[in-house]
T-cell receptor, first 114, second 111 residues
């Protein structure tokens, strides 16, 4: 099983709304990532969790708040977003140690901020 | 100079052609190299993974890494219309750290 599951697949939210994106994997990976991808652009790293601890925050605005409640789950809490935050949000996971490090991606949540 | 350079294309080939996709990079610390295929409005799908230099083959796909030249390639043999997608190279210096992506090359295979 090399599956990373993201929910919801699509999300439309207003600028005053609070919503959460969810990501789940059961591959035993202890590194999990959030990426943001705009149309016709490569994914851009937002956050990295390693062993459930935030290890990288790529200067992401505080209106994006990540959470890693356990080794299988990763959330991204959204609040007071702007229309320019509309994008495909991708979750990925991999092994953080030496050796195997393929990163597997979910299908993404397509977010539209209105 | 960007860390990872990849020609965005588009690249158009007829069915059955051999396709060569390439990336160059500047960071000599990169050790892990991946190729992803991404269909429109979908998440990236891992195609090939290589650690350090060398070749790796999987079916119609061959990945090559030349660390001395800081150059990686993906070859697709007997290309099919279903191979039409954007191909992203990605690399990292350490396991479990951030992947650095190329811009992606858009490939179109016509029947």
């Amino acid at each position: 099983d090399t599956e990373v599951t993201q929910t919801p697949k699509h999300l439309v939210m207003g600028m005053t709304n609070k919503k959460s994106l969810k990501c789940e994997q059961h591959m035993g990976h202890r590194a999990m990532y959030w990426y943001k991808q705009k149309a016709k652009k490569p994914p851009e790293l937002m956050f990295v969790y390693s062993y459930e601890k935030l290890s990288i925050n790529e200067s992401v605005p505080s209106r994006f708040s990540p959470e890693c409640p356990n080794s299988s789950l990763l959330n991204l809490h959204l609040h007071a977003l702007q229309p320019e935050d509309s994008a495909l949000y991708l979750c990925a996971s991999s092994h953080p140690g030496q050796g195997l490090t393929e990163a597997f991606f979910g299908q993404g949540t397509r977010l539209t901020v209105v | 100079q960007k860390e990872v350079e990849q020609d965005p294309g588009p690249l158009s080939v007829p069915e059955g052609a051999i396709v060569s996709l390439n990336c160059t990079y500047s960071n000599s610390a990169f050790q892990y190299f991946m190729w992803y295929r991404q269909y429109s409005r979908k998440g990236p799908e891992l195609l090939m993974y290589t650690y350090s230099s060398g070749n790796k083959e999987d079916g119609r796909f061959t990945a090559q890494v030349d660390k001395s030249s800081k150059y990686i390639s993906l070859f697709i043999r007997d290309s099919q219309p279903s191979d039409s997608a954007t191909y992203l190279c990605a690399m990292s210096a350490q396991a479990g750290t951030a992947l650095i992506f190329g811009k992606g090359t858009t490939l179109s295979v016509s029947s």
